[in-house]
C-alpha cells in the first residue's frame, strides 16, 4: 500500500479555489443537491425525467419500482443543481425495502434540500405523516410538492396536506409538467448560491491563471490515483489495491512546462447493481459534478480487465457534457502481442463511436506513454475553445455540399447556405439553409467529421445545429399589377379555346 494526503471535502476545495480566485470553479463545484423523497408510486421518478430531460428512471404504475438513487443533472435558467430520485420510503422495512430506505435516508443526510412528494389523489396517509416526523428531523429545507393534481381546483387538492405541517404545498403535475418550475424556482431560491457566497473573496477569475482543468474517470482499480501520481511526479494521493479507494472528487493544481493544470481524482464509478456501499453510490453525483467542471475528461480503461460497458457509459458522460476526451489504456506492460491484438478489437467494438479521441496506450505503475498524455489534452483544449472564422466555416461547408449534395426531401433539395459558429467547448457550428433542420442524420455526421477533418479539431467532440432560414415572402399575397391581370384573362381564354378543340 502506498500513502499520500487524504482527499479533501468539498469545503477544503472551495476554500483553495477562493484563494486562487476561482469564483466560476467554486460555483460549479458547489451546485445545490436536490433530493426526490415520497412513499412508493407517487411520482417521483416521474418528476426526475422531467427535471434532467431524460428518461433515465424507469416509470410504471407499480409501486417500489425504484430500488436504487439514481442521480442526473439538471437546471432552471442559469441555475444548475444535480438532482436524486430515491427508492420509496415507509413501506416495508425487511429485505431489499430495508436497503431502499437506508439508502434514502443517506441521501437525505446528504442533500442540500428535499422535494417531499405526496398523491394528490390518494390524500393523507399515515406514511405520509411519518414522512413529515422524519425530514422535520432532518433539518433540511423541505418543499411538499402535490403530485398528481391535474383536473384539480388547486386549493381543494392541497387543503388537507397543510396538517402535515411542512409549509405551503405546491400543487404540481409531473407527467404534464405543470407546475414544476415554480416548485424548482422556489427550493433554488432558498438555497445560498455559490456566487453570491463568494463574492468578496479574491480577484476576478480573469486575474487568476486560468489552467485546465481535467477530470480523470475510470472504473475501481483501473490505476487513476496511480496515473495522477505520475503526472505530478510525487505520491500526492492514496493508492490502495483494492476497488473504491477514492470515494471523494480530489482537486489538485499544478504547473508542468509553464502550463497549469487542475487535476481531478474522482471516484471509481462501477455498474450500480455491483455498488454496495452507500458512501460510494452518492460518490458518482461527484463524478458528474467533475465532468461538469473539467475542460478535459481522461478516461483510464483496464487493459487486463477488458473494456466494458461500463466503460462505454463514462465516455457516454463525457461526450454528453461536451468536454474533450483523451482515451488512456493502462496497464499495457505485461501483455503479449495476441493479447494486444485483442485489446485493439475490443477497442473498436466497444468504442467504435469515438472517432475524435486520441487513444494512448500506456503504463501508469512504471510511466511508459504518460508523458503523451498532457499533449493531447492541451490539444484537445486548444481545439473545444477555438474561435473559427464565418467565412472559413461557410467555405468549408460549399465544398461539402459541392462534393457530397444533401439528399432530396419530397423531391425538393435541402439548401444548405451559409455556417457560422454557436460556441465554445465543445465548438457548435450553426449551419442556415432552406428545410435545413430536416437534414438526415447521416448527413450530419459526414459534415460533422468534415469540419472536423478540415479544422483538425481532434480530440472534442463537434456539434452541429441546424437552422431553417425564414422566407421573407411568407404572409404576403402576391397581388397582380393590371397589366399582369390582363395577361391572365387572356391566357386562361387561350387554355378554355385549345381544350374546346380537343374534344371536337
Given at each position: 500500500?502506498?500513502?499520500?494526503?487524504?482527499?479533501?471535502p468539498?469545503?477544503?476545495?472551495?476554500r483553495?479555489?477562493?484563494?486562487?480566485?476561482?469564483?466560476?470553479?467554486?460555483?460549479?463545484?458547489?451546485?445545490?443537491?436536490?433530493?426526490?423523497?415520497?412513499?412508493?408510486?407517487?411520482?417521483?421518478?416521474?418528476?426526475?425525467?422531467?427535471?434532467?430531460?431524460?428518461?433515465?428512471?424507469?416509470?410504471?404504475?407499480?409501486?417500489?419500482?425504484?430500488?436504487?438513487?439514481?442521480?442526473?443533472?439538471?437546471?432552471?435558467?442559469?441555475r444548475?443543481?444535480?438532482?436524486?430520485?430515491?427508492?420509496?420510503?415507509?413501506?416495508?422495512?425487511?429485505?431489499?425495502?430495508?436497503?431502499?430506505?437506508?439508502?434514502?435516508?443517506?441521501?437525505?443526510?446528504?442533500?442540500d434540500?428535499?422535494?417531499?412528494?405526496?398523491?394528490?389523489?390518494?390524500?393523507?396517509?399515515?406514511?405520509?405523516?411519518d414522512?413529515?416526523?422524519?425530514l422535520?428531523?432532518?433539518?433540511?429545507?423541505?418543499a411538499?410538492?402535490?403530485?398528481?393534481?391535474?383536473?384539480?381546483?388547486?386549493?381543494?387538492?392541497?387543503?388537507?396536506?397543510?396538517?402535515?405541517?411542512?409549509?405551503?404545498?405546491?400543487?404540481?403535475?409531473?407527467?404534464?409538467?405543470?407546475?414544476?418550475?415554480?416548485?424548482?424556482a422556489?427550493?433554488?431560491?432558498?438555497?445560498?448560491c455559490?456566487?453570491?457566497?463568494?463574492?468578496?473573496?479574491?480577484?476576478?477569475?480573469?486575474?487568476?491563471?486560468?489552467?485546465?482543468?481535467?477530470?480523470?474517470l475510470?472504473?475501481?482499480n483501473?490505476?487513476?490515483s496511480?496515473?495522477?501520481?505520475?503526472?505530478?511526479?510525487?505520491?500526492?494521493?492514496?493508492?490502495?489495491?483494492?476497488?473504491?479507494?477514492?470515494?471523494?472528487?480530489?482537486?489538485?493544481?499544478?504547473?508542468?512546462?509553464?502550463?497549469?493544470?487542475?487535476?481531478?481524482?474522482?471516484a471509481?464509478?462501477?455498474?450500480?447493481s455491483?455498488?454496495?456501499?452507500?458512501?460510494?453510490?452518492?460518490?458518482?453525483?461527484?463524478?458528474?459534478?467533475?465532468?461538469?467542471?473539467?475542460?478535459?475528461?481522461?478516461?483510464?480503461?483496464?487493459?487486463?480487465?477488458?473494456?466494458?460497458?461500463?466503460?462505454?457509459?463514462?465516455?457516454?458522460?463525457?461526450?454528453?457534457?461536451?468536454?474533450?476526451?483523451?482515451?488512456?489504456?493502462?496497464?499495457?506492460?505485461?501483455?503479449?502481442?495476441h493479447?494486444?491484438?485483442?485489446v485493439?478489437?475490443?477497442l473498436?467494438?466497444k468504442?467504435?463511436?469515438?472517432?475524435?479521441?486520441?487513444?494512448?496506450?500506456?503504463?501508469?505503475?512504471?510511466?511508459?506513454?504518460v508523458?503523451?498524455?498532457?499533449?493531447?489534452?492541451?490539444?484537445?483544449?486548444?481545439a473545444?475553445?477555438r474561435?473559427?472564422?464565418?467565412?472559413?466555416?461557410?467555405?468549408?461547408?460549399?465544398?461539402?455540399?459541392?462534393?457530397?449534395?444533401?439528399?432530396?426531401?419530397?423531391?425538393?433539395?435541402?439548401?444548405?447556405?451559409?455556417?457560422?459558429?454557436?460556441?465554445?467547448?465543445?465548438?457548435?457550428?450553426?449551419i442556415?439553409?432552406?428545410?435545413?433542420?430536416?437534414?438526415?442524420?447521416?448527413?450530419?455526421?459526414?459534415?460533422?467529421?468534415?469540419?472536423?477533418?478540415?479544422?483538425?479539431?481532434?480530440?472534442?467532440?463537434?456539434?452541429?445545429?441546424?437552422?431553417?432560414?425564414?422566407?421573407?415572402?411568407?404572409?404576403?399575397?402576391?397581388?397582380?399589377?393590371?397589366?399582369?391581370?390582363?395577361?391572365?384573362?387572356?391566357?386562361?381564354?387561350?387554355?378554355?379555346?385549345a381544350?374546346?378543340?380537343?374534344?371536337?
Amino acid at each position: 500500500m502506498k500513502q499520500g494526503t487524504e482527499s479533501l471535502p468539498n469545503s477544503a476545495i472551495l476554500r483553495a479555489t477562493l484563494v486562487a480566485g476561482r469564483k466560476d470553479l467554486a460555483q460549479q463545484i458547489m451546485n445545490p443537491v436536490i433530493v426526490l423523497v415520497g412513499r412508493p408510486n407517487v411520482g417521483k421518478s416521474t418528476l426526475f425525467n422531467h427535471l434532467t430531460r431524460t428518461r433515465d428512471a424507469l416509470v410504471a404504475d407499480f409501486p417500489g419500482l425504484t430500488r436504487d438513487r439514481q442521480y442526473g443533472r439538471a437546471s432552471l435558467g442559469e441555475r444548475a443543481f444535480i438532482v436524486v430520485d430515491t427508492g420509496g420510503l415507509g413501506e416495508g422495512q425487511e429485505g431489499v425495502e430495508q436497503g431502499m430506505h437506508k439508502q434514502a435516508l443517506q441521501a437525505i443526510e446528504e442533500a442540500d434540500a428535499v422535494v417531499f412528494l405526496v398523491d394528490g389523489r390518494s390524500g393523507v396517509t399515515a406514511t405520509d405523516q411519518d414522512l413529515a416526523k422524519r425530514l422535520r428531523s432532518a433539518g433540511k429545507p423541505v418543499a411538499l410538492a402535490v403530485n398528481k393534481t391535474e383536473g384539480l381546483p388547486p386549493g381543494i387538492a392541497v387543503s388537507e396536506f397543510h396538517a402535515l405541517g411542512m409549509g405551503e404545498p405546491w400543487p404540481i403535475a409531473a407527467a404534464h409538467g405543470h407546475g414544476i418550475k415554480r416548485l424548482i424556482a422556489q427550493v433554488l431560491a432558498a438555497l445560498p448560491c455559490a456566487a453570491g457566497a463568494v463574492e468578496s473573496a479574491g480577484p476576478s477569475p480573469d486575474e487568476a491563471t486560468p489552467g485546465t482543468r481535467v477530470a480523470v474517470l475510470g472504473r475501481p482499480n483501473v490505476g487513476k490515483s496511480t496515473l495522477i501520481n505520475r503526472l505530478l511526479g510525487q505520491q500526492r494521493v492514496l493508492v490502495y489495491d483494492t476497488p473504491g479507494t477514492t470515494r471523494d472528487s480530489i482537486y489538485i493544481p499544478f504547473e508542468k512546462d509553464g502550463r497549469w493544470y487542475t487535476l481531478i481524482d474522482t471516484a471509481g464509478v462501477r455498474r450500480r447493481s455491483r455498488v454496495q456501499e452507500s458512501i460510494e453510490k452518492f460518490s458518482v453525483v461527484k463524478t458528474l459534478a467533475a465532468i461538469d467542471v473539467a475542460h478535459v475528461v481522461i478516461v483510464v480503461l483496464d487493459a487486463r480487465g477488458r473494456v466494458t460497458e461500463q466503460d462505454a457509459h463514462l465516455v457516454g458522460h463525457a461526450i454528453e457534457a461536451g468536454r474533450g476526451l483523451v482515451i488512456a489504456v493502462n496497464k499495457w506492460d505485461g501483455l503479449d502481442d495476441h493479447q494486444r491484438d485483442d485489446v485493439r478489437r475490443l477497442l473498436r467494438v466497444k468504442l467504435g463511436f469515438l472517432d475524435f479521441a486520441e487513444i494512448h496506450f500506456i503504463s501508469a505503475l512504471h510511466g511508459t506513454g504518460v508523458g503523451l498524455l498532457l499533449e493531447a489534452v492541451d490539444q484537445a483544449h486548444e481545439a473545444g475553445s477555438r474561435d473559427l472564422a464565418t467565412g472559413r466555416l461557410t467555405q468549408i461547408l460549399e465544398d461539402a455540399v459541392a462534393q457530397h449534395p444533401p439528399p432530396l426531401l419530397r423531391g425538393r433539395r435541402i439548401k444548405l447556405r451559409y455556417a457560422h459558429q454557436g460556441g465554445r467547448n465543445p465548438p457548435v457550428i450553426v449551419i442556415h439553409g432552406n428545410q435545413a433542420e430536416r437534414t438526415p442524420r447521416a448527413y450530419r455526421r459526414y459534415l460533422a467529421n468534415t469540419f472536423r477533418d478540415v479544422l483538425k479539431l481532434h480530440g472534442t467532440p463537434v456539434r452541429l445545429e441546424f437552422k431553417t432560414t425564414d422566407n421573407p415572402y411568407e404572409g404576403r399575397p402576391n397581388r397582380l399589377s393590371p397589366r399582369q391581370h390582363q395577361r391572365r384573362k387572356r391566357l386562361i381564354k387561350h387554355v378554355a379555346k385549345a381544350a374546346r378543340k380537343r374534344r371536337r
